[in-house]
């Protein structure tokens, strides 16, 4: 299996984490990622606001230096996701606006190939079963709240992934590495991470209805597939608890970490202590990490 | 609350739906008011005007009250509107034509959300790519809220997740040219 990788801005910065796991778990499940070479930004969260043709020009780039290639892309946030869908189906919709994507980026572009979130790469490219087989370190007994947010699923003509209102590919993923996937009501509600820097009082509130639900419906964490999603909800949870008072303590991981710890990589490698919200506590007490390799007939 | 005269509004608003047709290919006159985009939207508490309020201001030619509201600036695009819509009205598309819009005529609704989308274009068109760091300096400094987030900047720094040195790709002048193509289309259109 081979796929081009768009990491996006966000994996050489604050979701560096989502980076290093993605690079893990990709190397023992076989996916090779050809990262494309001198990517740009897709303008995601800014240039739709501004300009419609620079919004579909970014992406447009790269999409286009991985069709040269012959591949699909393997993209890990949500939002250069979104982007590139739109880009991808807008190119498709008429000869009109393909010559015009073509002639701003000044590169042929026909968008023969497709982008695919990585929830999407690894539910239904690499596939549940090959998962299954790599578990060595069954997250049994870990209650996990699967948060897919807004951009991966929605509007789902321009995602053409899952269930815009209850999505279940992570949830599945979980429960192939022996996880528990809890039944909740906010799976995509959105966290407003793209507004939180500039309107971050307007965000609090969604930031709380968010892990209450997730603590009411019996959570220990919360998984996540995108950047701005983890980045919001795991730097900002120590401010929205004490701003309502709230009783929960909830580890984010990327769903990739998870993977990752599932299939017996170290914490330090997936980028588990540079989190806010420490995970290791929680680890400990489901005594995941000393778990001795169970392997399969375990899960 | 000042008395408003529909009727000249609403002939008056005729021209401004075209346009938004046109550029956003939303009808706003397909909303017939049902409220399900207000309830479930996540930004609604912070809002002047919940969504069904927009389209109905706009059905009813109130243009200007629509390019001054503060919704059209809040609103983060994540479409639980639009997929729940029974009329399948792009409200998402039309709120960020409405802010483009409004931008063109000068009327910046939340001034914050304005910097933010100026400096991190900018930090694109100057590097290829989203230079964290520098992007929230620059916002801390032009917004004036000089302290946000500066508890959590250690525990970035830190943990390699924000440097003070941009990556720079090396094809930027194909980025800057991609800007430059597109001003230059906007202008002819």
Not at chain 1, 120 to 130: F, P, Q, S, T, Y
Not at chain 2, 2 to 27: A, C, I, M, P, Y
């Amino acid at each position: 299996m081979r796929m081009a990788y768009y990491p996006g801005c966000s994996l050489d910065g604050v979701g560096l984490e989502f980076n290093l796991s993605t690079r893990a778990v990709s190397k023992l499940l076989g996916l090779e990622l050809w990262e494309i070479p001198d990517w740009n930004c897709c303008g995601a969260s800014a240039a739709h606001t501004r300009d419609q043709l620079l919004a579909l020009a970014l992406p447009a780039r790269n999409l286009a230096l991985a069709e040269q290639e012959g591949l699909d892309v393997a993209v890990p946030c949500a939002a250069c996701f979104n982007r590139m869908k739109v880009t991808e189906l807008a190119t498709r919709s008429s000869k009109e606006t393909k010559d015009a994507i073509s002639e701003l980026i000044e590169l042929p572009y026909e968008a023969s190939n497709q982008a695919r979130n990585l929830i999407d790469v690894m539910a239904n490219v690499v596939g549940l079963e090959k998962i299954k087989e790599k578990v060595q370190k069954p997250l049994s007994g870990l209650k996990v709240a699967c948060y897919y947010g807004c951009l991966l699923v929605r509007p789902p003509e321009i995602t053409q992934f899952d269930d815009p209102e209850d999505p279940m590919s992570m949830d599945n993923i979980i429960s192939s590495l022996g996880g528990e996937p809890v039944y909740w009501a906010y799976k995509v509600e959105c966290c407003g991470a793209s507004q939180t820097s500039a309107l971050p009082k307007a965000t609090v509130p969604l930031l709380h209805r968010i892990f209450q639900n997730a603590f009411e419906n019996g959570a220990d964490c919360l998984a996540v597939a995108c950047p701005l999603c983890f980045i919001n909800l795991d730097m900002r949870q120590g401010g929205v608890k004490k701003a309502f008072q709230g009783s929960y303590n909830l580890p984010i991981f990327y769903f990739t970490e998870l993977m990752g710890l599932a299939f017996g990589v170290s914490p330090k490698e997936l980028g588990l202590k540079k989190h806010f919200v420490d995970p290791m506590p929680l680890l400990n007490s489901k005594g995941i990490l000393t778990r001795a390799n169970a392997g399969r007939e375990a899960v | 609350m000042e008395t408003v005269r529909l009727s000249s509004t609403l002939s008056s608003g005729k021209s401004f739906l075209e346009k938004v047709q046109t550029e956003s290919q939303v009808n706003v006159r397909d909303c017939y008011q049902c409220g399900k985009c207000s309830a479930g939207c996540p930004f609604v508490e912070a809002m002047d005007y919940s969504s069904h309020k927009i389209l109905r201001l706009l059905q009813l030619g109130q243009i200007e009250t629509v390019l001054k509201s503060k919704s059209i600036w809040i609103c983060s695009h994540c479409a639980t509107c639009y997929t729940r819509c029974p009329k399948k009205v792009d409200i998402p598309r039309l709120m960020e034509f409405l802010r483009m819009e409004a931008n063109r005529q000068g009327f910046i609704g939340e001034k914050t959300v304005n910097i933010f989308s100026n400096l991190f274009l900018t930090s694109v068109r100057l590097t290829g790519r989203v230079h964290e760091m520098g992007t929230m300096g620059f916002y801390n400094l032009l917004s004036g809220h000089l302290f946000q987030d500066v508890l959590s900047a250690p525990g970035l720094f830190f943990n390699g997740k924000i440097t003070p040195i941009p990556h720079l790709i090396k094809n930027r002048k194909v980025i800057q040219k991609i800007f430059a193509n597109t001003k230059q289309r906007q202008g002819e259109s």
